[in-house]
């Protein structure tokens, strides 16, 4: 059952990553916010702390549940799970921790529809139609600063005749400088092996 909690947030965490990445253009500006992830399968709150090249999402699945930590290091071609209960972390190539629902290789088709203010903070609504190597299709709303930084987004995918909704959103976002230590593995953990872990 964990390792089941574990898994799911491994995938909406990703999912989260790559809807960054889907973004026109990536920010170049280090921020930090807390975030909201919701899939049919899992509701998240959590902490990003965010640069060009690394990104560290902190997520909790429900009341006092489990912790989970993921550092994407583009830098190093290198993404850490990490355990905090445990003092344990898992590595992976980039490639790998890339999940089944990864949205960085779409196509995004943005249509500028006008200025708008979420959470206190000035964005830009667009609607977007996002198209799949295999042909997929996922169609809403996504919110972006003047910085590129996507504030929320509101999608749902369509695969197979099957519907999937994503939506992730960001509260209290201030632009700064990150400490770089959050982008490393603390000293103390072990590393582990999940076979199968990002796949």
């Given at each position: 059952?964990?390792?089941?909690?574990?898994?799911?947030?491994?995938a909406?965490?990703?999912?989260?990553?790559a809807?960054?990445?889907?973004?026109?253009?990536?920010?170049q500006?280090?921020?930090?916010?807390?975030?909201?992830?919701?899939?049919a399968?899992?509701?998240?709150?959590?902490r990003?702390?965010?640069?060009?090249?690394?990104?560290?999402?902190?997520?909790?699945?429900?009341?006092?549940?489990?912790?989970?930590?993921?550092?994407?290091?583009?830098d190093?071609k290198?993404a850490?799970?990490?355990?905090?209960?445990?003092?344990?972390?898992?590595?992976?190539?980039?490639?790998?921790?890339?999940?089944?629902?990864?949205?960085?290789?779409?196509?995004?088709?943005?249509?500028?529809i006008g200025?708008?203010?979420v959470?206190?903070?000035?964005t830009?609504?667009?609607?977007i139609?996002?198209?799949?190597?295999?042909?997929?299709?996922?169609g809403?709303?996504?919110?972006t600063?003047?910085?590129?930084?996507?504030?929320?987004?509101?999608?749902?995918?369509?695969?197979?005749?099957?519907?999937?909704?994503y939506?992730?959103?960001?509260?209290?976002?201030?632009?700064?400088?990150?400490?770089?230590?959050?982008?490393?593995?603390?000293?103390?953990?072990?590393k582990?092996?999940?076979?199968?872990?990002?796949m």
């Amino acid at each position: 059952m964990k390792k089941t909690r574990m898994l799911l947030m491994a995938a909406a965490m990703a999912v989260a990553g790559a809807v960054q990445a889907a973004s026109p253009s990536p920010p170049q500006v280090e921020y930090s916010a807390d975030s909201l992830i919701e899939t049919a399968e899992v509701s998240m709150k959590g902490r990003v702390h965010y640069t060009p090249m690394r990104e560290r999402r902190e997520m909790v699945m429900g009341s006092g549940g489990d912790k989970m930590i993921t550092i994407m290091r583009q830098d190093k071609k290198v993404a850490w799970t990490l355990m905090p209960s445990e003092k344990m972390y898992m590595e992976a190539s980039i490639a790998q921790a890339k999940s089944k629902d990864d949205l960085s290789s779409y196509k995004i088709e943005q249509t500028v529809i006008g200025p708008e203010t979420v959470n206190g903070v000035n964005t830009t609504k667009s609607k977007i139609i996002m198209t799949g190597p295999k042909g997929e299709k996922m169609g809403g709303f996504m919110w972006t600063t003047r910085e590129n930084i996507v504030v929320k987004m509101d999608a749902i995918a369509v695969d197979k005749k099957q519907k999937h909704r994503y939506k992730t959103e960001l509260t209290n976002l201030k632009v700064g400088k990150q400490d770089p230590k959050l982008f490393e593995v603390p000293a103390g953990y072990e590393k582990m092996s999940m076979p199968g872990m990002f796949m």
